[in-house]
């Protein structure tokens, strides 16, 4: 059974840096492309970014391109999201999702994950 971990979240002032992590277990990471969503306070859970299964630069929302970046390594069963240049905007649960398509097709439609993280509480607050 596929398990996603969530790690990393934690309370940082505006303009403060950040890196989550996604631990992966029960199959090899690079079976899967990784989405990281977020879901904030009575607001839809959206995608954020998203990891092909050979790595790269990956795809990035446009409310976080140029703040967040995206990486894996997958001799660590590993995905991270840098998230650097913070905003109150940026509080919300932070979740890692897998998929088996490539994320140059609807990269952030949630029909196409599974095997979803228990999340990891990001905070944005002076």
């Known amino acids: 059974q596929v398990q996603l971990v969530e790690s990393g979240g934690g309370l940082v002032q505006p303009g403060g840096s950040l890196r989550l992590s996604c631990a992966v277990s029960?199959?090899?990471?690079?079976?899967?492309?990784i989405g990281w969503f977020r879901q904030a306070p009575g607001k839809e859970r959206e995608g954020v970014s998203c990891?092909?299964?050979?790595?790269?630069?990956?795809y990035q929302a446009e409310s976080v391109k140029g703040r967040f970046t995206i990486s894996r390594d997958n001799a660590k069963n590993t995905v991270y999201l840098q998230m650097n240049s913070l905003k109150p905007e940026d509080t919300a649960v932070y979740y890692c999702?897998?998929?088996?398509?490539?994320?140059?097709?609807?990269?952030?439609?949630?029909?196409?994950?599974?095997?979803w993280g228990q999340g990891t509480q990001v905070t944005v607050s002076s």
């Open positions: 999702a897998t998929r088996v398509t490539s994320c140059v097709r609807l990269p952030y439609y949630r029909g196409l994950y599974f095997n």
């Open positions: 029960g199959a090899p990471l690079d079976n899967y492309a």
């Open positions: 990891i092909n299964n050979s790595g790269g630069s990956g």
